[in-house]
């Protein structure tokens, strides 16, 4: 019989880059001070649980150079503003001398202190993605939004891109934007991206909010349900509808003793929809099916469609999230080989795992606590990505293997809601249940 080690061994080749012996991609906090006060950010809806701010410094930079010559990407941002990080050029200059051919540095940035001096630095260092952030193409909901800022400094911070580009002779530097989706914002990302191509911009990524805040919620435009629950419920539905029966009806009659011919149809055409979902492995939320609301669906889908007709119109890489949580989810962070080193030294597996925050992208509260493998300033680099409990911690993730808390039944559980995180349900010790990122509604830059 083969053993399980041998069994994990060949389910998770060594050549896979989150099983190699070195990352792939580094995300480096620069800093966690910031300029702003961006209503959607974690920093303005902490708990008073976050640790103190601070900038990364050369040493602890120093003690990352080890894993530079094979990394693909150095990206260097966390939840600060990485310009505000004056040692910003040498990070960038250093990595750039020790990383292989091919491989790439960037950072997202407000752009506020993006000045055409700076500009030039950056590229003189040898940057080669900048990704600005734009939450709006009118003025007044860009400047709600980013508290502080004026669409005029991201005017401002295009050009200043721009020149540079001409003037340190970097055609192939990229510029690029992010773009924060709420239901304030979402009817201007077609607006948006045409604006943005006139600057010369020539990617854009686009995240649902993540709501650090309950009255967030309210804006958020993603729907909890998945994509393929969707479709089979509007299926099935359909079918309904054809036959005269209302299984939206279904709580509302599900525990009455004396049920008319009508209602036991309903019963049983919903019985034999759950049967359909689980043969084919889909986790219905009937209660959040029959609440949805496929008229923002219809919308959201409406916008990002003309949205990719811009970004084909005018070249610009577009890259969307889903509308709906992806059924078959996948952690791309870790499955590329990636990890997060924060300012202090601290290295994690994720953006999701590296600051405290209260998280209600499902819907309800749920408290998230960094996961430190250990401190470069302690050990090597490469010693904690090869450690015991990091490699275990990548192999779990990449199994898939846990539940999904956002269409579970019984969600919020105590399990998840606890301050401390001990296991799921599956008596799995990785947060990872509670993740949307795995299932394609925000992304970053990577």
């Not at 990352?64 to 966390?78: D, F, H, Q, R, S």
């Not at 040692?87 to 950072?107: D, V, Y």
Request: hydrophobic share 40%.
């Amino acid at each position: 019989m083969q053993s399980n080690a041998a069994a994990l061994s060949e389910f998770m080749p060594a050549n896979e880059p989150a099983f190699r012996e070195y990352p792939s991609k580094l995300f480096v906090e620069t800093t966690s001070r910031c300029n702003l006060n961006c209503v959607m950010c974690m920093k303005q809806n902490g708990d008073g649980s976050r640790a103190k701010d601070g900038d990364l410094d050369l040493a602890t930079f120093s003690e990352l150079e080890p894993a530079l010559p094979n990394l693909e990407a150095l990206v260097l941002n966390g939840v600060g503003e990485p310009l505000l990080n004056t040692r910003l050029e040498h990070f960038i200059s250093r990595a750039k001398k020790l990383m292989p051919a091919g491989s790439w540095i960037g950072f997202q940035s407000n752009g506020l202190l993006l000045s055409h001096l700076r500009a030039v630095s950056l590229l003189n260092a040898g940057v080669d993605r900048v990704c600005l952030s734009m939450d709006g193409v009118d003025a007044t909901t860009f400047s709600s939004i980013r508290s502080g800022s004026q669409l005029v400094d991201l005017e401002h911070a295009l050009n200043a891109l721009g020149a540079a580009k001409a003037a340190c002779h970097r055609p192939d530097m990229e510029i690029g934007v992010e773009f924060v989706v709420m239901r304030d914002n979402l009817a201007q990302l077609p607006a948006a991206l045409s604006w943005a191509a006139e600057f010369g911009v020539s990617f854009a990524l686009v995240s649902h909010l993540h709501p650090f805040d309950e009255p967030h919620l309210k804006q958020c435009s993603y729907d909890l349900c998945s994509d393929e629950a969707i479709t089979l419920y509007q299926s099935w539905k359909s079918k309904a509808d054809l036959k005269g029966i209302d299984i939206r009806r279904y709580f509302e009659i599900l525990w009455s003793y004396h049920k008319s011919e009508q209602e036991r149809r309903v019963i049983d055409f919903v019985a034999a929809m759950k049967a359909d979902a689980n043969q084919r492995g889909i986790t219905l939320d009937l209660k959040r099916l029959f609440a949805m609301d496929m008229v923002q669906i219809h919308e959201s889908q409406g916008i990002f469609e003309e949205a990719a007709q811009v970004a084909r119109r005018t070249g610009i890489e577009l890259r969307l999230p889903e509308i709906a949580r992806r059924e078959k989810r996948g952690c791309s962070f870790v499955e590329k080989g990636s990890a997060f080193v924060s300012w202090d030294g601290g290295m994690h597996p994720c953006y999701h795992l590296w600051h405290s925050c209260r998280s209600y992208a499902n819907g309800w509260q749920h408290p998230v606590h960094p996961w430190v493998f250990g401190n470069v300033k302690d050990r090597g680099v490469l010693d904690i990505w090869n450690s015991p409990a990091f490699r275990r911690y990548r192999e779990n993730v990449v199994r898939h293997d846990y539940p999904s808390c956002a269409e579970c039944n019984t969600s919020p559980c105590d399990l998840v809601q606890a301050e401390r995180f001990d296991q799921d349900c599956y008596v799995n010790t990785e947060p990872c249940g509670s993740c949307l990122w795995s299932s394609g509604v925000f992304r970053c830059l990577d």
